[in-house]
Nanobody, 124 residues
Framework: QVQLVESGGGLVQSGGSLRLSCEAS????????MAWHRQGPGKERELVAH???????QYADAVKGRFTISRDNFKTTIYLQMNSLKPEDTAVYYC??????????????????WGQGTQVTVSS
């Protein structure tokens, strides 16, 4: 059974920093593309940052230069370092993962998996 467990959320003042963690179990982590999404109050869920199984990263424009996604395959964990936080970053942050196979063409294996979410609140 695949589980993604987020931690590290909390309350922080504008301009502060937080580091989120997501530990995965029950999957072959090294072949999984992983991502952080968020859903703010009254908003749709949006992609924040993505890291593929080779370590290539992508970011939403709103967080470029402030957030950094990383992974530790030995710890089967991804991280989201969030700096210069703004009130508009307030949201529930969700970890997401899916395994892929293939060398030149990636093919998904199985479904998308999601964590339960962790609340990040940035006060002004």
């Amino acid at each position: 059974q695949v589980q993604l467990v987020e931690s590290g959320g909390g309350l922080v003042q504008s301009g502060g920093s937080l580091r989120l963690s997501c530990e995965a179990s029950g999957m072959i982590f090294s072949r999984a593309n992983m991502a952080w999404h968020r859903q703010g109050p009254g908003k749709e869920r949006e992609l924040v940052a993505h890291i593929d199984r080779r370590g290539v990263t992508q970011y939403a424009d709103a967080v470029k230069g402030r957030f950094t996604i990383s992974r530790d395959n030995f710890k089967t964990t991804i991280y989201l370092q969030m700096n210069s936080l703004k009130p508009e970053d307030t949201a529930v942050y969700y970890c997401n993962g899916r395994e892929y196979e293939g060398v030149f063409v990636s093919r998904p294996i199985g479904p998308d998996y999601w964590g339960q979410g962790t609340q990040v609140t940035v006060s002004s």
